[in-house]
């Protein structure tokens, strides 16, 4: 769960959520809009999008290459896990709970 504010923007929501899995535990299908932007750390990271809905369907993070993340959302399954940790914690709206049991970072 990461509340920076780049993605914020890249989310239109409060926060962003992503699972990350190991790249060759990933197959990814069809095409894909690649876009890269910079992060609240001033790391390129790019984005890879639906062509067709705009959705954000995977990500790779910089010096994880052998990771792939995928925005939690794009599952659509209700009963997915909770997130383990929770980043950039100083840009938080004050009104989003985040779970106590879980990693907690500034």
């Given at each position: 769960m990461c509340h920076c504010l780049?993605?914020?923007?890249r989310t239109g929501s409060a926060f962003?959520?992503?699972?990350?899995?190991?790249r060759d535990r990933v197959r990814i299908e069809g095409d894909s809009t690649?876009?890269?932007r910079i992060s609240d750390e001033g790391d390129?990271?790019?984005?890879?999008?639906?062509p067709h809905c705009g959705a954000t369907v995977f990500y790779h993070l910089?010096?994880?290459?052998?990771?792939?993340?995928i925005p939690v959302g794009?599952?659509?399954e209700p009963g997915f896990?909770?997130?383990t940790r929770s980043v950039y914690e100083v840009r938080r709206h004050a009104w989003v709970a985040v779970p106590a049991?879980?990693?907690h970072y500034d």
């Open positions: 780049a993605c914020q923007r962003g959520v992503q699972a990350r899995y190991l690649a876009y890269t390129a990271r790019t984005f890879h999008f639906c910089p010096g994880e290459e052998d990771v792939v993340a794009a599952f659509a896990p909770a997130p049991a879980i990693e």
